[in-house]
């Protein structure tokens, strides 16, 4: 296992937790780092609701000591509104993260996230404008083009560097793809020989294995982990493990992943996160358990943590193993 400096933050692992909309929030990040994980990241928030002392975006970039280092993930387009947000919330972060990344169909007719990627004057501005306003270690978050014809990311990651970037992630697909397709090992490579800064690579990590392969395709400072981990935190433990054995870790049984829930759902607690959360990890934690489908279409009728945790309390007691 290697360390990872991103800016003054040195990193004790280069295994990361992705931002993830809805699941990143404070207790998932901490279960995460009890894993093993080296860096963790918030879900992105907006710099415009931030800018308006919004409460629920203001809890999402609340930090616990147990997590550091942690990256607070911002998103916008207007230059004015990501300056005042960034010195509003840097205290709070380790790193600031800026998301260029995101598919989402309404972020990107806003103009912000993956739609900036048709814009490398604005990404040139914002980064420089995020350079001048905060003196944390900055990172970016890009894809690789908008579309098969729009591969640009060489071009943004220059870019993103020359502008004050600390390192830069690269989820190796491109916008229309989405979560759909094979990752593009080849074009994260692209990046990271164009740049000086590290580069995280992401996308199609699910296991030891995998994790590797991102390693050895595209020659990456550090990997991130998302929608794997989302479901089973747990994998950050096997990750590592894989990569100083060369051994794969058996996967959690079904009853291991009912407590692996449980753990969450005592931590949403002490953290005071919102049933939302706690319902769409229900959902996950339980994905490829026997039988499950018709506890999530229960789980789906709940409206509280209790309801939440008595369905699966009860669902736990009818499993063998």
């Not at 579309?147 to 690269?170: L, M, P, S």
Request: with cysteine; aromatic share 6%.
């Amino acid at each position: 296992m290697k360390t990872c400096k991103i800016g003054s933050i040195e990193i004790k692992n280069n295994i990361c937790l992705a931002p993830m909309a809805g699941l990143t929030d404070i207790a998932f990040r901490v279960l995460a780092k009890k894993q093993g994980v080296g860096l963790v990241w918030t879900e992105m928030v907006s710099v415009n609701a931030i800018n308006q002392n919004n409460g629920v975006t203001m809890r999402m970039t609340e930090i616990d000591p147990n997590e550091r280092p942690v990256a607070i993930q911002l998103f916008g387009q207007q230059i004015e509104q990501i300056e005042r947000a960034v010195k509003k919330i840097e205290d709070r972060a380790d790193i600031i993260d800026f998301n260029m990344g995101c598919p989402a169909t309404h972020i990107i007719r806003a103009g912000s996230c993956s739609a900036l990627l048709g814009r490398p004057e604005k990404v040139k501005k914002i980064i420089e404008t995020i350079r001048k306003s905060t003196k944390k270690p900055i990172t970016v978050k890009i894809r690789i083009g908008l579309n098969d014809y729009k591969k640009n990311h060489v071009r943004i990651a220059k870019i993103i560097e020359q502008a004050g970037a600390d390192a830069i992630i690269v989820h190796g697909r491109t916008v229309a793809q989405k979560y759909s397709g094979i990752v593009n090992y080849k074009a994260i490579k692209e990046v990271k020989d164009a740049v000086s800064i590290p580069v995280i690579g992401n996308g199609d990590i699910v296991d030891g294995a995998s994790a590797k392969k991102m390693f050895d395709e595209t020659g990456c400072d550090a990997i991130m982990v998302g929608r794997a981990a989302a479901k089973d935190p747990f994998i950050f433990k096997r990750i590592i493990h894989y990569l100083k054995t060369g051994k794969e870790l058996p996967e959690p049984t079904d009853k291991e992943k009912i407590n692996h829930f449980f753990e969450y759902a005592k931590l949403c607690e002490k953290y005071t996160i919102r049933v939302g959360h706690l319902i769409a990890h229900a959902h996950l934690f339980t994905k490829g358990i026997r039988k499950s489908t018709i506890l999530r279409e229960q789980i789906n009728t709940v409206k509280t943590r209790d309801e939440v945790i008595a369905l699966i309390k009860s669902f736990k007691k009818k499993l063998k193993n």
